[in-house]
């Protein structure tokens, strides 16, 4: 589904991301590990067409991707969440679901059956009519990834979508996002947790100052010397 190849970004000379490659085949869920300032985020940013590329190539079913504008590549499939959930000023919940769903469906009405359908969804129903900046932190979350599949996604990237949630909401959300998925949507997300990384991920790849240290099999990766050593330590023991 996504075929990324020698990507890199740099900002003047510094180099966030430098010649990563990887795969992500249709249906699976992806992970990408890393440490603080590895670059994940600046990773997400060129596939979604948020920063353009430096170097390398993005194509998704195929298609070359990179340099097209973000609403471009959402269209063709691709959607994001953000670390930080920002719900749009004075809006309810609904409203700030149907203001993604607009990306499909242009028509107000079906935009807002669109829209009341993702936060089914997530769980987010009963919660349509709430001003959105009244949610806690988990349900802001949830509110995220509501608005990226109401656009429809085929491929979804979620940027630690689990930070800050206790324990017991994160397992609720890892079984919302394996639906998700079982709904036909492939994931990739970014995720701190290895508990969380290997029980949910098939594959993954680590990050360290933008470079690749690995890729395969999740828990080959997490076993490599050379991730523990940089990143893991005795996490992975």
Avoid: W
């Amino acid at each position: 589904m996504l075929a990324v190849a020698g990507l890199g970004k740099s900002f003047g000379g510094l180099k966030a991301v430098s010649d990563v490659s990887f795969t992500v085949m249709p249906g699976e869920i992806f992970g990408i590990i890393g440490p603080n300032g590895a670059g994940k985020t600046t990773l997400f940013n060129c596939l979604s067409g948020l920063l353009p590329l430096s170097a390398g190539t993005v194509h998704l079913d195929g298609r070359r991707i990179d340099g097209l504008r973000p609403h471009e590549i959402c269209r063709l499939g691709l959607a994001r969440t953000f670390q930080i959930v920002r719900p749009f000023h004075g809006m309810s919940v609904l409203e700030n679901v149907k203001v993604a769903a607009f990306a499909r469906h242009p028509a107000s009405a079906a935009a807002e059956q669109h829209a009341r359908l993702a936060l089914g969804r997530v769980g987010m129903a009963h919660l349509a009519d709430l001003d959105a900046e009244r949610l806690s932190v988990a349900e802001m979350r949830r509110l995220e990834i509501a608005r990226a599949i109401a656009t429809e996604p085929r491929l979804l990237l979620l940027d630690e979508m689990l930070a800050g949630l206790t324990a017991t909401e994160a397992a609720a959300l890892c079984e919302q996002i394996r639906r998700i998925n079982a709904e036909g949507v492939t994931i990739m997300m970014v995720e701190h947790s290895v508990p969380i990384i290997s029980e949910l991920c098939g594959n993954a790849i680590v990050l360290n100052f933008g470079e690749m240290l690995a890729s395969g099999a999740t828990r080959a990766v997490l076993d490599d010397a050379q991730v523990q050593e940089a990143y893991l330590g005795s996490a992975a023991s």
